[in-house]
T-cell receptor, first 116, second 116 residues
């Protein structure tokens, strides 16, 4: 399978715990994006990387959220001290780059987070 | 933040009917993308549009990039039961509107139900 993969698919945690999600993009894609989707809404942009550089992080929801892409391949999204409002689907997408068809973003299956 | 107005919110149609949905914005977009999402999965890219006035087809799907660059529509012809899902429009803002050449802005989706 050469699509975007995410792990885990589902995560249930207790309020106050830290969680980390992993995303593996399509192999030749330089750009990697994180989005959050709540029920009845479209995906909401959080952050993105060009190779290992994080080019936009002002949309991260709070300082409890952080993302890394240390070697320019897979990425992790960490949420510290989870709150019930963090319950959502966390989606990862990747693209070849920017401009025209290079910006076509392909999504993974998502990680469904439930905070009890 | 920026919003896309997507309509209708939901549609209930008979198999074989044609479907039309659209997105509008107060801002100018460089790119319009249409995605389909099924329960528990990530969005799947259907059609991408890059130029004002562009009309693009993908099988029974046809989408257009509005001439003002502030709107787009998606048509599905001769609907079948497997067309069921939520359809999202997504756009990328030009830099002058604060676009970061990265994130997509999504509508809230059109939920399509097809009665056999």
């Amino acid at each position: 399978d050469t699509g975007v993969s995410q792990d885990p698919r589902h995560k249930i945690t207790k309020r106050g715990q830290n969680v980390t999600f992993r995303c593996d993009p399509i192999s030749e894609h330089n750009r990697l994006y994180w989005y959050r989707q709540t029920l009845g809404q479209g995906p909401e942009f959080l952050t993105y990387f060009q190779n290992e550089a994080q080019l936009e992080k002002s949309r991260l929801l709070s300082d409890r959220f952080s993302a890394e892409r240390p070697k320019g391949s897979f990425s992790t999204l960490e949420i510290q001290r989870t709150e019930q409002g963090d319950s959502a689907m966390y989606l990862c997408a990747s693209s070849l780059g920017s401009g025209g068809a290079f910006n076509e973003q392909f999504f993974g299956p998502g990680t469904r987070l439930t905070v009890l | 933040g920026q919003q896309l107005n997507q309509s209708p919110q939901s549609m209930f149609i008979q198999e074989g009917e044609d479907v039309s949905m659209n997105c509008t914005s107060s801002s100018i977009f460089n790119t319009w993308l249409w995605y389909k999402q099924e329960p528990g999965e990530g969005p799947v890219l259907l059609i991408a549009l890059y130029k004002a006035g562009e009309l693009t087809s993908n099988g029974r799907l046809t989408a257009q990039f509005g001439i003002t660059r502030k709107d787009s529509f998606l048509n599905i012809s001769a609907s079948i039961p497997s067309d069921v899902g939520i359809y999202f429009c997504a756009g990328q803002l030009g830099m002058v509107y604060g676009g970061s050449q990265g994130n997509l802005i999504f509508g809230k989706g059109t939920k399509l139900s097809v009665k056999p």
